[in-house]
């Protein structure tokens, strides 16, 4: 046979290895070695890598329970060991079973247990490996499966946030660029001793998805206010700042239908509600004041102003990177957060690359 398994024999008496020999050789490769040393030597130098190991206990030097040791913590560690012992005590075989070893072969041997031993062992190698390479190629599956639906959600998110900019043509690629703003300044917060434990890589990656939904409540803004051409009246902004109101109601809903402590939604229904807010409880719908406002909403507040600055308004013309960042420097302390703004001033450069990236 071309295709026979081997098997290595660790065992220093000659009459024990002649017969386990030539009980196997004419179904198995058979390697031998008379010891520990040499029958390690053997496995980590073998072109061929055994399919099975059978190894004597008492041996000189190095006994068996310390090949199987050894075994269990190298490479080889998948390669089924069987004792083969005169030993015939319950707290031998414990021992011999807690050590990684599957089976017991009692001496003197029988030929046909050991025939009967190692072939099922065999074969529940085989079984094993098999399930091995359907569970690698299931992983890769359900891998491939998820980013494909986490590619999904993202479409979809950044399509229901488009509902609203549709409706104003002015804002152009300002959910990309404003979500990209978002990530930069949480991961450099991330590396401040007081905020790392709450910013970890799960929740930046939530608050990249979810940034898209932050005006989400302007589909419920009448066109009449969204759509005109100019600034406007102090009714028609009271009028306006109730897409907050808007924007959390909607997501409040949809948590309720789904999960009330899934995070993604957590964040967006934060980021929708309080990005307006102000650092010094001038703002709205709320007007909360300093840590009030929740994280989320002042990161988001920063990459609004931001993009607001540096885009063309009807109201007003385009400003630079260098003047907007003045600007949100300006406000520390004021409208924006100071620990926020302060990363802010360290990825303004990035922040200038994103500009760039999405440009209307």
């Known amino acids: 046979m071309t295709n026979k398994k081997t098997i290595l024999v660790i065992e220093d008496t000659p009459e024990i290895l002649t017969v386990i020999s030539r009980t196997l050789k004419e179904r198995y490769k058979v390697k031998v070695a008379t010891d520990g040393h040499k029958g390690l030597d053997v496995l980590k130098n073998s072109l061929v890598r055994p399919d099975l190991i059978l190894t004597d206990i008492v041996m000189p030097e190095m006994d068996g329970y310390e090949v199987c040791q050894r075994i269990k913590r190298s490479e080889f560690s998948d390669i089924p060991v069987i004792f083969l012992t005169a030993l015939n005590n319950a707290e031998d075989e414990e021992k011999g079973l807690r050590l990684g070893a599957v089976d017991y072969i009692y001496k003197p041997i029988s030929p046909a247990v050991l025939m009967a031993r190692v072939s099922t062992h065999l074969e529940l ?33 950044v399509a229901m946030g488009s509902l609203a900019e549709f409706r104003d043509p002015e804002t152009g690629n300002h ?32 608050l990249f998805k979810s940034a898209p939904l932050h005006d989400i409540g302007k589909v419920g803004v009448p066109d009449s206010i969204l759509l005109k051409p100019g600034r406007l009246d102090n009714m ?30 957590h964040l967006a229904e934060e980021i ?39 885009s063309v308004r009807c109201y007003k013309p385009e400003f630079s990177h260098e ?22 001033k360290k990825v303004a450069p990035k922040f200038n690359e994103i500009k760039q990236c999405f440009k209307d």
């Open 323 to 344: 003047k907007a960042v003045e600007i949100i420097v300006s406000e520390s302390g004021e409208h924006f957060d100071p620990d926020v703004v302060k990363v802010f």
């Open 272 to 310: 929708a509600a309080f990005h307006h807010e102000r650092w010094n409880g001038k703002g709205y719908p709320n007007g909360l004041k300093g840590f009030e406002i929740p994280l989320s909403a002042r990161l988001m507040a920063v990459a609004d102003v931001y993009d607001a600055l540096v």
């Open 175 to 206: 959910l990309r660029r404003t979500q990209h703003f978002v990530k930069a300044l949480a991961e450099e917060m991330a590396t401040l001793p007081e905020y790392h434990e709450y910013l970890t890589e799960d929740r930046i990656e939530m």
């Open 236 to 265: 028609e902004f009271e009028t306006m700042k109730e897409h907050t109101l808007f924007g959390k109601s909607a997501i409040f809903e949809t948590q309720k239908q789904v999960d009330s402590t899934n995070l993604f939604l």
């Open 125 to 157: 190698k085989q079984a094993r490996d098999f399930l091995k390479v359907q569970n690698s190629i299931l992983e890769q599956m359900v891998k491939r499966r998820t980013k494909e639906l986490a590619r999904s959600q993202e479409a979809t998110i």
